[in-house]
């Protein structure tokens, strides 16, 4: 399935994107990157090589050294030279890669009372940490060869769930069978309280086999009533304050559990412009109740069930079930397309003072992003048209993201409304 859309959508800061791009047959950047976390580093301006002296005997056969050393020691050839080193590399993987990566796996118990109210004791979240010996072998090889992707290789740690509830194993529920996270770290108090009140919506909530999930279902109502604030959300053009402001970081971050799950996603939109809470970049999924929604299909022969919650300035999504014996790989980010930011933009209106100026977006770049998910199936057989042959079952989803280049745009209050909005450099 291919997604192509651009979209208004409640979102929070603007994203800073990279400047360092790639040429064509070279690099002056490389990526590091687990499923949901990358690195953008330049290796010319990391100290990952050392001075090495070289020796060469010049214009004698080194056969013969043992027998003639007087005379093979001045024909000897020293030079310095350049060369990878792999403890420079491994140093730079611990103290910077390795530390963001590291988490203990946290257990979790689980239980359903009388009336089907589901409590969690506990956050089940995996451990994880990076396999620094094969990780600093990779990205050596890489340099060494000028490849611009590495697939950081992980060591995970299932949690332990504790199911007390006989009802929830009766429905598949008794491990953890996806995680998704996102970072909302500088978000304004407001965009936090509606981070908070969003994901308490699906906790608890049980994904029946074969059902599609509807993220605005199950969010139900955005209004002051419910318990929102209002935030900047993107109103076409302008980036204006509504209630729920904040909301997409609750859905992309049970986008991201769909997909770690492998479950196939029936209808996903990325943000208009890039936003940094959404980091890595294409991995976005808006929306804007009911006219843009996420969905996905449970399409395993169990129930899910979710907990969501926050932990300081991160958000989660954990789903407990039975796994299913197939591997999720993520593929990306690749970029294409940049442009720079339009002129500044400014509209006048009598609705304000003369000479008050209200901000209503941000400069910001435009990219075109794309990511590959690639499910196999490990259990399920097909067998090759062309060949004959029987191999695992598998699919590979594009998932294309187009962020529209922005302007610095202003409202200012004017004697005499301006017929048109005015565009000037800047």
């Known amino acids: 399935m291919k997604y192509s859309?651009?979209?208004?959508?409640?979102?929070?800061?603007?994203?800073?994107?990279?400047?360092?791009?790639?040429?064509?047959?070279?690099?002056t950047s490389m990526i590091?990157?687990?499923?949901?976390?990358?690195?953008?580093?330049?290796?010319?301006?990391?100290?990952?090589?050392?001075?090495?002296?070289?020796t060469d005997f010049v214009g004698m056969d080194v056969s013969l050294i043992d027998e003639d050393w007087a005379t093979a020691s001045s024909l000897v050839k020293k030079e310095t030279v350049q060369g990878l080193d792999s403890v420079k590399i491994r140093n730079?993987?611990?103290?910077?890669?390795?530390?963001?990566?590291?988490?203990?796996?946290?257990?979790?118990?689980?239980?359903?009372d009388k009336d089907g109210k589901v409590t969690f004791e506990g956050t089940g979240l995996y451990g994880r940490q990076l396999d620094l010996e094969t990780a600093t072998k990779m990205v050596e090889f890489a340099l060494s060869q000028g490849l611009t992707y590495v697939n950081l290789p992980l060591i995970k740690e299932d949690p332990v769930v504790n199911v007390q509830s006989e009802e929830l194993?009766?429905?598949?529920?008794?491990?953890?069978?996806?995680?998704?996270?996102?970072?909302?770290?500088?978000?304004?108090?407001?965009?936090?309280?509606?981070?908070?009140?969003?994901?308490?919506?699906?906790?608890?909530h049980i994904v029946k086999p074969g059902e599609e999930f509807v993220f605005g279902n199950v969010l139900g109502p955005v209004e002051a009533s419910t318990g929102y604030l209002q935030e900047l959300v993107i109103k076409g053009d302008k980036t204006l304050p509504e209630y729920g402001g904040?909301?997409?970081?609750?859905?992309?971050?049970?986008?991201?559990?769909?997909?770690?799950?492998?479950?196939?996603?029936?209808?996903?939109?990325?943000?208009?412009?890039?936003?940094?809470?959404?980091?890595?970049?294409?991995l976005d999924a808006t929306v804007y109740p009911?006219?843009?929604?996420?969905?996905?299909?449970?399409?395993?022969?169990?129930?899910?069930l979710i907990q969501s919650f926050t932990i300081g300035s991160k958000a989660y999504y954990n789903f407990y079930g039975t796994k299913t014996n197939r591997t999720v790989r993520m593929i990306g980010p690749y970029y294409s397309a940049w442009s720079s930011p339009p002129a500044q933009k400014v509209e006048y209106s009598t609705n304000m003072a003369p000479g008050q100026t209200k901000v209503?977006?941000?400069?910001?770049?435009?990219?075109?992003?794309?990511?590959?998910?690639?499910?196999?199936?490990?259990?399920?057989?097909?067998?090759?048209?062309?060949?004959?042959?029987?191999?695992?079952?598998?699919?590979?989803?594009?998932?294309?993201?187009?962020y529209q280049a922005r302007p610095n745009?202003?409202?200012?209050?004017?004697?005499?409304?301006v017929p048109e909005a005015s565009q000037t450099g800047g």
């Open 409 to 417: 745009y202003f409202i200012k209050g004017a004697e005499d409304a």
């Open 246 to 282: 904040g909301l997409c970081q609750v859905s992309t971050t049970a986008y991201r559990a769909a997909l770690a799950a492998g479950f196939p996603v029936t209808s996903r939109r990325n943000h208009s412009y890039a936003v940094s809470y959404y980091k890595p970049l294409g």
């Open 360 to 402: 209503v977006g941000h400069a910001v770049p435009g990219v075109n992003v794309t990511w590959y998910r690639y499910v196999t199936y490990n259990d399920e057989k097909v067998k090759d048209e062309k060949t004959g042959v029987e191999q695992n079952k598998s699919f590979l989803e594009t998932i294309y993201s187009k």
């Open 32 to 54: 590091l990157k687990t499923d949901f976390q990358i690195w953008e580093i330049n290796p010319s301006k990391l100290d990952f090589y050392s001075d090495y002296e070289k």
């Open 290 to 304: 009911p006219s843009v929604d996420m969905k996905f299909m449970n399409d395993t022969a169990n129930s899910f």
């Open 169 to 204: 194993k009766k429905l598949g529920i008794k491990e953890l069978i996806s995680g998704g996270e996102t970072d909302f770290s500088n978000s304004p108090r407001n965009r936090i309280i509606n981070i908070n009140n969003g994901l308490s919506k699906f906790i608890g």
């Open 92 to 112: 730079y993987l611990s103290s910077v890669i390795a530390p963001a990566i590291f988490r203990e796996k946290t257990d979790v118990t689980l239980n359903m």
């Open 5 to 27: 859309f651009t979209c208004f959508a409640i979102i929070g800061a603007l994203l800073i994107l990279p400047t360092v791009t790639m040429a064509s047959g070279t690099s």
